[in-house]
């Protein structure tokens, strides 16, 4: 694929209330994809204004977001490209809700999941696919496995081959979770986690009960902009493996490369920055979301601290070259988000926002790192010649082992019923006695009546001789 910017639109939320009355927005929209500051309020300075390739009104349908910004990539991802979906804004702007959805009106997630299944369905003559889900969250910089089950009983020791009670009881207790390793593919362009829990899906309803049961392990909590706000990063990746189908008896091996991409919906935790008069917790869940995130504004302006995700996509968008060194692991997010963000997959940003005067400045942080976001430039790269991931390969071969298996134990059975008939044919029942007596019979005579001729041959051999005389005769 040719190469192109990263795709960004974004997203106004309508008013509350609140904001009704008080009547004020601080920001206009312009056509479909410009925005711009109403009122600047300074001195020596020009109102601001930002250009995307897509602006949402007020109202405005999940529909209408998915068909501009997520379809295309669904399908490149379908055909081996992998892809992203990133949420990125204010907390109560709409990112949940524009990633999910309401069942009404279903978010990016589920429509793109139908799209998944439904190529898949139109595609089912000419190649077969496998695909597992993985869910996840960064929450204080530590990665979560939302689909890990914790209450799961310890299964103790079995009982020994003596017989009696078991070596060791089971422990009710909470088994702890793995620890999860981010392990850096840079063949494949995609960064592996080792330790998390892959789940196998085969209908749009498995992938929902597998992000129900996700959910409810999510890190929640409450803040001044949302009763129940999302305080971490959430992960939800679609692993796509497909090959080329073959016949029954189709042995050629030139089909057993297989396209392994990756499909990942984030929904970023809220970008504002966390009061000082909150929570300790709130305290410390928003200084690690700032870290992740964006720029630390208690820095002084002459240090312009840009953190994690900022930062990265600063870099990005200055034309950051191999030689350069971009700062992936300063954040787990960024390290998680690093095949998407270095250009080696098809991304769509979807920014929130809110056009009111109290969410001024938090909508012009939001509304610069999409900008710089918007300069990254993509270079999707097909997977096809990539190393094949040895789960899949091996799989692969298992497949083609049972059919080997399954076509040897027909042969052996269609071979063993032959010989059965041939030998049941050759055993014919035994004569009766006297057809055995008249049998021998006949075939004295035949032998007889061969011999009868040798027998007439030699006495006319002997008839030809001349007779012998006596030497007394006169």
């Given at each position: 694929?040719?190469?192109?910017?990263?795709?960004?639109?974004?997203?106004?939320?309508?008013?509350?209330?609140?904001?009704?009355?008080?009547?004020?927005?601080?920001w206009?929209?312009e056509?479909?994809?410009?925005?711009?500051?109403?009122?600047?309020?300074?001195?020596n300075?020009?109102?601001?204004s930002?250009?995307?390739?897509r602006?949402?009104?007020?109202?405005?349908?999940?529909?209408?977001?998915?068909?501009?910004?997520?379809?295309?990539?669904?399908?490149?991802?379908?055909?081996?490209?992998?892809?992203?979906?990133?949420?990125?804004?204010?907390?109560?702007?709409?990112?949940?809700?524009?990633?999910?959805?309401t069942?009404?009106?279903?978010?990016?997630?589920?429509?793109?999941?139908?799209?998944?299944?439904?190529?898949?369905?139109?595609?089912?003559?000419?190649?077969?696919y496998?695909?597992?889900?993985?869910?996840?969250?960064?929450?204080?910089?530590?990665?979560?496995?939302?689909?890990?089950?914790?209450?799961l009983?310890?299964?103790?020791?079995?009982?020994?081959?003596?017989?009696?009670?078991?070596?060791?009881?089971?422990?009710?207790?909470?088994?702890?979770?793995?620890?999860?390793?981010?392990?850096?593919?840079?063949k494949?362009?995609?960064?592996?986690?080792?330790?998390?829990?892959?789940?196998?899906?085969?209908?749009?309803?498995?992938?929902?009960?597998?992000?129900?049961?996700?959910e409810?392990?999510?890190?929640?909590?409450?803040?001044?902009?949302?009763?129940?706000?999302?305080?971490?990063?959430?992960?939800?990746?679609?692993?796509?493996?497909?090959?080329?189908?073959r016949?029954?008896?189709?042995?050629?091996?030139?089909?057993?490369?297989?396209?392994?991409?990756?499909?990942?919906?984030?929904?970023?935790?809220?970008?504002?920055?966390?009061?000082?008069?909150?929570?300790?917790?709130?305290?410390?869940?928003?200084?690690?979301?700032?870290?992740?995130?964006?720029?630390?504004?208690?820095?002084?302006?002459?240090?312009?601290?840009?953190?994690?995700?900022?930062?990265?996509?600063?870099?990005?968008?200055?034309?950051?070259?191999?030689?350069?060194?971009?700062?992936?692991?300063?954040?787990?997010?960024?390290?998680?988000?690093?095949?998407?963000?270095?250009?080696?997959?098809?991304?769509?940003?979807?920014?929130?926002?809110?056009?009111?005067?109290?969410?001024?400045?938090?909508?012009?942080?939001?509304?610069?790192?999409?900008?710089?976001?918007?300069k990254?430039?993509?270079?999707?790269?097909?997977?096809?010649?990539?190393?094949?991931?040895?789960?899949?390969?091996?799989?692969?071969y298992?497949?083609?082992?049972?059919?080997?298996?399954?076509?040897?134990?027909?042969?052996?059975?269609?071979?063993?019923?032959?010989?059965?008939?041939?030998?049941?044919?050759?055993l014919?029942?035994?004569a009766?006695?006297?057809?055995?007596?008249?049998?021998?019979?006949?075939?004295?005579?035949?032998?007889?009546?061969?011999?009868?001729?040798?027998r007439?041959?030699?006495?006319?051999?002997?008839?030809r001789?001349?007779?012998?005389?006596?030497?007394g005769?006169?």
């Amino acid at each position: 694929m040719a190469e192109r910017q990263m795709r960004v639109c974004v997203r106004v939320r309508p008013l509350t209330a609140s904001e009704h009355l008080e009547g004020d927005e601080a920001w206009l929209l312009e056509g479909t994809s410009r925005i711009t500051e109403r009122d600047v309020g300074e001195k020596n300075r020009c109102a601001r204004s930002f250009n995307f390739d897509r602006v949402f009104p007020a109202p405005s349908l999940n529909d209408a977001v998915y068909e501009s910004m997520g379809r295309e990539i669904v399908n490149d991802a379908m055909r081996g490209y992998h892809g992203a979906i990133v949420a990125y804004g204010q907390t109560a702007t709409g990112k949940t809700h524009t990633m999910q959805g309401t069942p009404t009106s279903p978010g990016l997630i589920p429509l793109a999941i139908e799209e998944a299944f439904n190529h898949i369905a139109g595609a089912s003559q000419e190649r077969e696919y496998a695909l597992r889900v993985s869910y996840l969250e960064v929450y204080n910089e530590t990665i979560r496995d939302l689909l890990y089950d914790e209450t799961l009983d310890d299964p103790g020791e079995p009982p020994s081959r003596w017989g009696g009670a078991a070596l060791r009881p089971r422990d009710p207790k909470p088994r702890k979770p793995p620890p999860i390793r981010l392990v850096d593919d840079a063949k494949r362009g995609v960064t592996r986690l080792q330790g998390i829990r892959e789940v196998s899906v085969a209908s749009v309803g498995d992938v929902f009960d597998t992000i129900v049961e996700g959910e409810a392990r999510r890190a929640v909590g409450e803040t001044e902009f949302n009763s129940r706000s999302s305080r971490s990063h959430a992960i939800l990746r679609l692993t796509i493996e497909s090959s080329a189908r073959r016949g029954a008896g189709d042995r050629r091996a030139a089909d057993l490369s297989v396209l392994t991409s990756t499909l990942s919906f984030v929904d970023l935790a809220g970008s504002e920055r966390c009061p000082e008069a909150s929570a300790p917790a709130r305290v410390k869940e928003g200084a690690y979301i700032n870290k992740s995130l964006h720029l630390c504004r208690k820095q002084p302006v002459e240090w312009p601290c840009l953190h994690a995700l900022a930062l990265v996509v600063s870099k990005l968008s200055a034309g950051a070259t191999k030689a350069d060194h971009v700062p992936y692991r300063d954040s787990k997010l960024t390290r998680l988000l690093r095949p998407a963000l270095g250009g080696k997959a098809r991304v769509a940003l979807v920014c929130t926002a809110s056009l009111a005067a109290s969410a001024a400045e938090e909508t012009a942080h939001t509304l610069k790192f999409a900008q710089r976001a918007k300069k990254v430039v993509q270079r999707g790269s097909d997977t096809r010649d990539s190393v094949v991931d040895t789960s899949s390969l091996l799989a692969h071969y298992r497949a083609q082992i049972d059919a080997l298996k399954a076509d040897l134990a027909l042969a052996n059975e269609t071979n063993a019923s032959l010989q059965r008939v041939e030998s049941g044919s050759s055993l014919a029942p035994e004569a009766p006695a006297e057809d055995h007596l008249s049998r021998e019979d006949d075939a004295e005579r035949l032998a007889a009546a061969a011999a009868a001729p040798r027998r007439r041959r030699t006495s006319a051999r002997r008839s030809r001789r001349r007779p012998t005389t006596s030497s007394g005769s006169s």
